[in-house]
């Protein structure tokens, strides 16, 4: 179901092509800078969102994702996958467990396809799970002062990453983990899709400005959390990317692309590795998810999201071989790229050194522009 958000139809809201929510309302990169430093309200309500209710809601959904949930408790978070047979990452969920209710929200688009996969799977148990996007909608308040937002609006703000609390006239809301470089504290507030304005009204009230889902995503990329459908493709493994720790109970039995997970996290040697590319931006559009990434002539990965950043220029998210040296020479469609050094693993201090000044020659490009 595609539904537009009213907070996309207000004065200042623009659209990308095919999106139901604002890109940005004027200014991305001061909106992102909003986010990083102050306190911005992003309209994520194109995601699709799930419920399962029914006792016997958390041993099932436990047998069928990547993470323990049979004793997740009452306002607690998390995040899981379904995997295919093979290990590949079909669903990641977002969860958050409250009052007889275990939630979901997914990619905006692919809420369909997994309730048909819950609904193949329910055969006697006690569930009933319901895509529920039709009534409720995603906001997420971002930055360093979202916490003192959501005192001023008079709402809880759970301490702990992906603790849950109720909101008094419905909903709830579910702190993540911190976006950008770590500064900017992060709140996913479920609301009735029939209040979304009223509930977006009352948090800039309290003290959030707008913000687009281009500024939301700026944040995310350089946060390296990826998002499913644009950071992976039908390969992906989740032992490639940060989800083996987010997403992932490793030392849980029995679920479906679980012989995957465990015998490459074993050999410690997962075929590619999630990275953050540094691009030189000389092309004014920016590659689309899934261009090659080049050494040479030699096709060594694949692009996700590619953001123009406040301060860090162009930049992807992009899965690459194990094997891509620190000094390798990238190629993203007609721009240079450089691996981040923040994003070798286990290098010395010389080859950091020797990335970082590479990352610097990529960025120079940029300077003036």
């Known amino acids: 179901m595609t539904i537009t958000s009213p907070l996309a139809r207000r004065p200042g809201a623009v659209l990308a092509e095919g999106m ?12 992102q800078r909003l986010l990083a430093e102050g306190a911005g309200l992003v309209d994520r309500s194109d995601r699709d969102v799930l419920t399962v209710p029914g006792v016997d ?13 049979e004793r997740l408790p009452d306002g607690a978070g998390t995040e899981a996958l379904v995997l295919s047979p093979h290990g590949h990452v079909e669903h990641h969920l977002v969860l958050a467990e409250l009052g007889g209710t275990t939630w979901a929200d997914v990619e905006p688009g692919t809420g369909a396809g997994l309730l048909t996969f819950l609904q193949r799977m329910v055969f006697m148990l006690r569930v009933e799970p319901a895509l529920v996007t039709d009534a409720w909608a995603l906001l997420s308040l971002v930055g360093p002062g979202a916490p003192g937002v959501l005192a001023a609006a008079g709402l809880p703000a759970p301490e702990d990453a992906y603790a849950v609390a109720a909101l008094p006239d419905g909903g709830w809301v579910r702190r993540m983990p911190a976006l950008g470089d770590g500064g900017a504290t992060a709140f996913d507030l479920l609301v009735p899709r029939a209040e979304l304005a009223v509930r977006a009204d009352a948090l800039t009230a309290a003290g959030a400005g707008s913000a687009g889902l281009d500024a939301y995503e700026a944040l995310r990329v350089e946060a390296r959390r990826p998002r499913h459908g644009v950071d992976t493709d039908h390969r992906t493994i989740p032992n490639e990317l940060e989800w083996l720790s987010t997403a992932v109970h490793l030392e849980k039995g029995c679920y479906r692309g679980q012989e995957t997970v465990a015998r490459v996290h074993n050999l410690g040697r997962p075929p590619r590795r999630l990275a953050l590319l540094h691009l030189d931006g000389v092309s004014e559009e920016l590659p689309a998810p899934g261009t090659p990434v080049l050494s040479g002539t030699r096709e060594v990965g694949r692009v996700g999201s590619v953001v123009r950043h406040h301060e860090l220029g162009a930049v992807a998210l992009a899965l690459v071989k194990r094997s891509v040296a620190a000094d390798a020479e990238l190629a993203v469609g007609g721009s240079r790229a450089a691996l981040d050094p923040d994003d070798l693993a286990e290098e010395t201090d010389d080859t950091r050194t020797a990335a970082r000044d590479r990352v610097r020659a990529v960025r120079s490009a940029t300077i003036g522009r």
Not at 25 to 30: E, F, S
């Open 20 to 31: 139901t929510v604002a890109a940005h309302h004027g200014d991305p990169l001061r909106e």
């Open 57 to 69: 809601r958390l041993t099932w959904l436990h047998s069928l994702t990547s993470q323990h949930l």
